[in-house]
């Protein structure tokens, strides 16, 4: 299997190293350009309760307090109808500043930018567990 061009290698790397390099640690260390990450049309469902568009989003991540997250496992797989479409599902644990550390599960739906070659969020899954 030749993994320089196998669209599923290149997606989990793809999928692994924004998750880890990119989301969590902008996530934790400067919250307020978090909307950088999403399409202004994205849908996160935190919790529950639905945030539509970029704007909504970045508005919760603001409510929130300080965070660290630790992240257990990553899988990324690409979207069989577009593979330029990356899935990806992280599971960790987040400490929020004055709380205990919880259990989390969270999936994204990527998009890349045909322009830029940058991926973004289209849609977003989190719930604690």
Known sequence: METQTNPNILSARGGETFAKDYYYRIFD???QEMYRFYRDDAILIWNGNQYPGS???QQLFNLLPQSLHSIET???QS???SPQNIIVLVTGTVLY???ASRKFSQNFVLMRDETSGSF???NDF????
């Open 29 to 31: 260390q400067s919250r």
């Open 55 to 57: 704007k909504n989003i």
């Open 74 to 76: 990553i899988d990324c």
């Open 79 to 81: 979207v069989t109808v």
């Open 97 to 99: 500043k004055e709380a």
């Open 120 to 122: 973004f969020i289209v």
């Open 126 to 129: 989190f719930r604690f567990r």
